[in-house]
């Protein structure tokens, strides 16, 4: 299993500020997921980041809001920009177990819970 | 499209009780099915997978879920509940071979009363 390291482990913000969290993996992986969990609600995946390329964002998340960097195999960020009330939320970084990613393994951050004001 | 609905978005159960947590899935290709636990305050972990295998599949502590494709249904079951599964389970899919993406249910919270 991968060892998955997230700072901060949780922050309150200013409306309008922004925020980076950082993620750090045991091992090299290919892909690296941040997720999103707010209140009382499921996990829904931002985007992919891939070493060497630009992240992949899904429907509803734009890379002004969210930017993400993968300088290496085993970091990754994002940055929760421009802050709001709503983006109060667990955010949560994973990468895909050994299997790959067609076993749907994943291992999860402890993840980064922000709160802002 | 994939989804899943788990039914019971709080699920209260006595020591030693039987646990029954309810998944169903929508997905337009086989599926790969797959229950994660979050105890408080951690990341999530994976319980056990469905991978077009065994329907009946066992995971760790104790937990165990069955492959129903007739029902559509992945419910997850453990027969004696113990203190410490008090936790958010969530039921999730993915498309076998065809994506990388996990779509997550909304999560059942088990309380585990003694």
């Known amino acids: 299993s991968a060892v998955i390291s997230q700072k901060p482990s949780r922050d309150i913000c200013q409306r309008g500020t922004s925020l980076t969290i950082q993620c750090q993996v045991d091992s090299q992986v290919t892909m690296m997921f941040w997720y999103r969990q707010q209140p009382g609600q499921s996990l829904t995946l931002i985007a992919t980041?891939?070493?060497?390329?630009?992240?992949?964002?899904e429907s509803g998340f734009v890379i002004d809001k969210f930017p993400i960097s993968r300088p290496n195999l085993t970091f990754s960020t994002l940055t929760v920009s421009n802050m709001s009330p709503e983006d109060s939320s667990i955010y949560l970084c994973?990468?895909?177990?050994?299997?790959?990613?067609?076993?749907?393994?994943?291992?999860f951050g402890e993840g980064s819970r922000l709160t802002v004001l | 499209a994939q989804s899943v609905t788990q039914l019971g978005s709080h699920v209260s159960v006595s020591e030693g009780a039987l646990v029954l947590l309810r998944c169903n899935y929508s997905s337009s290709v086989p599926p790969y099915l797959f229950w994660y636990v979050q105890y408080p305050n951690q990341g999530l972990q994976l319980l056990l997978k469905?991978?077009?295998?065994?329907?009946l599949v066992k995971g760790i502590n104790g937990f165990e879920a069955e492959f129903k494709k007739s029902e559509t249904s992945f419910h997850l079951t453990k027969p004696s509940a113990h203190m410490s599964d008090a936790a958010e389970y969530f039921c999730?899919?993915?498309?076998?071979?065809?994506?990388?993406?996990?779509?997550f249910g909304t999560g059942t919270l088990l309380a585990v009363q003694p």
């Open positions: 999730a899919v993915s498309g076998s071979g065809a994506t990388n993406k996990l779509i």
């Open positions: 994973s990468v895909e177990g050994r299997g790959g990613l067609n076993t749907g393994e994943l291992f």
């Open positions: 469905y991978t077009s295998a065994a329907t």
């Open positions: 980041a891939n070493q060497g390329s630009e992240a992949t964002y």
